[in-house]
C-alpha cells in the first residue's frame, strides 16, 4: 500500500517552465516503476513518461525533449520538470506507481498554459 501526492499545479503561460512533484507515504522498492499520465475532459489518460526504479526513463513522443522526470530516492518523491509549455500540455496530472500487479494513483494535479 503506498499514497501519492502530487503538487505543482498552476496556471502559467505558453513558453514557461513549471516542476510537479510527487510524494510517496513509503520507500520506492527496487521493481516499482513510476510514472506520469495526464487527462483531459472527455479523453483517455495518457502516459507523458515513465522511471524505473534503477533510472531509466521513456517519454511520449508529444513531450520528448521539453519534459523530464526524475526521482529523488531519499525523499519518495517523484518529479516532473516541464519546458516550453504548450496549450495542449493543459490537463490534469496524475502519479502512477506500479507495484506487484497493482496500479496506485495521486488525485491529480491542474496544469493550465494560456496563450
Known amino acids: 500500500q503506498v499514497q501519492l501526492v502530487e503538487s505543482g499545479g498552476a496556471l502559467v503561460q505558453v513558453g514557461e517552465s513549471l516542476r510537479l512533484s510527487c510524494a510517496a507515504s513509503r520507500r520506492i522498492f527496487s521493481g516499482e516503476n513510476m510514472a506520469w499520465y495526464r487527462q483531459t475532459p472527455g479523453k483517455q489518460r495518457e502516459l507523458v513518461a515513465t522511471?524505473?526504479?534503477?533510472?531509466?526513463?521513456v517519454y511520449s513522443d508529444s513531450v520528448k525533449g521539453r519534459f523530464t522526470i526524475s526521482r529523488d530516492s531519499a525523499k519518495n518523491t517523484m518529479y516532473l520538470q516541464m519546458n516550453s509549455l504548450k496549450p495542449e500540455d493543459t490537463a490534469v496530472y496524475y502519479c502512477?506507481?506500479?507495484?506487484?500487479?497493482?496500479?496506485?494513483w495521486g488525485q491529480g494535479t491542474q496544469v493550465t498554459v494560456s496563450s
Open positions: 502512477n506507481l506500479w507495484s506487484q500487479g497493482i496500479n496506485y
Open positions: 522511471i524505473t526504479s534503477s533510472g531509466n526513463t
